[in-house]
């Protein structure tokens, strides 16, 4: 039995914790390091491998303070080859396989540039799954801004990650799940699985609660970033002129600004 959690650090990050039932734990894009080392002390957990989706300093900057607890050297790093990561041990790429023995859990790499170019998302089936970890590339609700890559290259990671499994788990990194619904309702104001899924998200906040994971399934239904094919999407967009690319291209410009 696995758990996963969502640590909370800076105004929106969330680090992602999966832990067994032994106490071994792996961390996920820890930005910084001193909320994960109150996590793990206060369930008597032992790190044991880090996986880093990509270079910003806001998932990668408490490595090396969590690498010095363990004097031993033994905890690896899994990160983007086409990155410059601190402390990286392994370097993967699109196709790989990270296979953990504790927590025994198998992810296959996905490269997935847009945000950044090298950006990767690390992705668990059956049985320990369906999960994904993926960084700033989707988003619940939303997807990344575009700091490196092409809208050509973030609509075609996107469509990797939507052909996933529909009940696959998206831990993405940042609580931007109300602001990236209340763009989606601008984009199609009428669709009741928006507006419904908003409400819901508000009232989670509203109680202090995390609004992460969310599904594929949820995402395929309200992510406007996942619809580029949709007539009420493409409708809101009518520059775009029904082009998949173009639409996405249109719509990230819009949030951008929104």
Not at 130 to 145: N, V
Not at 146 to 160: H, I, K, N, V
Not at 163 to 186: D, K
């Amino acid at each position: 039995m696995l758990t996963l959690h969502p640590i909370p650090a800076f105004h929106d990050n969330y680090i992602w914790a999966l832990s067994d039932e032994h106490g071994s734990a792996l961390i996920v894009d820890p930005g910084t390091a001193d909320p994960v080392i109150d996590y793990l002390d206060a369930h008597n957990l032992t790190l044991k491998a880090l996986l880093i989706t990509h270079h910003h300093p806001d998932h990668t900057g408490g490595i090396q303070a969590l690498l010095s607890r363990s004097p031993e050297g033994d905890v690896p790093v899994y990160g983007p080859a086409d990155e410059q990561i601190p402390g990286r041990t392994h370097a993967v790429g699109d196709g790989d396989v990270v296979a953990l023995q504790a927590p025994a859990i198998r992810f296959e790499v996905i490269r997935v540039p847009g945000h950044t170019l090298g950006h990767i998302a690390f992705f668990a089936g059956e049985p320990e799954g369906p999960l994904l970890f993926c960084g700033d590339t989707l988003f619940a609700g939303g997807c990344g801004r575009l700091f490196e890559g092409t809208p050509a290259q973030m609509l075609a990671s996107l469509d990797r990650l939507q052909a996933l499994p529909a009940e696959t788990l998206v831990c993405c990194a940042h609580e931007y799940t109300v602001s990236n619904l209340r763009f989606a309702a601008a984009v199609t104001p009428e669709d009741d699985a928006v507006n419904q899924r908003l409400a819901a998200m508000v009232n989670l906040r509203d109680a202090g609660k995390v609004t992460l994971p969310s599904t594929l399934a949820d995402e395929r239904r309200s992510n406007p970033f996942l619809r580029a094919d949709d007539p009420a999407v493409q409708a809101s967009v009518p520059e775009a002129k029904g082009d998949r690319t173009a639409v996405f291209t249109a719509l990230r410009a819009w949030k951008d600004n929104f």
